[in-house]
């Protein structure tokens, strides 16, 4: 279970508020998967997380661009990379339901959206904070 804390926080309140939604739900995938909730409860927030991370990812994207952040182009490459990835998990979830492929997925996407975030996101937050200090 990841514990929202200041290391995720990127300075840009909504973004904030997104990131923190997200690692609830991935929260919620690990609790559903832990507590063996099946298939159904499992697909559900398999769905809510591949388009809230989709719609995030659009207002992410806009606005590193509105500040003129240069890590822009490389942060929409990682959304789109983690969107292939994701579709590839899910498409196998549902064709093959199993708590072994729902740990995988839930690891392998935890793993991409805490590094991506320490990484990139934090990047959008000292754009904003530059754009907003002068």
Same mark, same amino acid.
């Given at each position: ?5 200041? &290391? ?8 904030? #508020? ?11 995938? @690990? ?40 890590? &822009? ?7 789109? /990379? ?17 708590? @072994?492929?729902? #740990? ?5 996407? &935890?793993?991409?959206? *805490?590094?991506?975030?320490?990484? *990139?996101? *934090?990047?959008?937050? *000292?754009?904003?904070? /530059?754009?907003?200090?002068?």
């Amino acid at each position: 279970m990841f514990t929202w804390n200041e &290391s995720f926080m990127v300075g840009v309140p909504l973004i904030d #508020l997104q990131h923190k939604l997200l690692i609830e739900s991935f929260n919620d995938l @690990e609790l559903a998967i832990e507590e063996g909730k099946g298939s159904v409860e499992i697909k559900k927030i398999l769905v809510f997380l591949r388009h809230y991370a989709d719609w995030h990812f659009c207002r992410e994207e806009l606005c590193a661009e509105q500040l003129g952040c240069p890590v &822009s182009d490389a942060n929409k490459k990682a959304h789109s /990379k983690f969107h292939d990835v994701f579709s590839k998990l899910y498409k196998e979830y549902v064709q093959n339901p199993s708590p @072994e492929l729902a #740990l995988r997925t839930h690891k392998e996407l &935890s793993d991409w959206i *805490v590094g991506h975030v320490l990484k *990139v996101d *934090v990047q959008i937050g *000292v754009c904003h904070k /530059k754009a907003h200090s002068s």
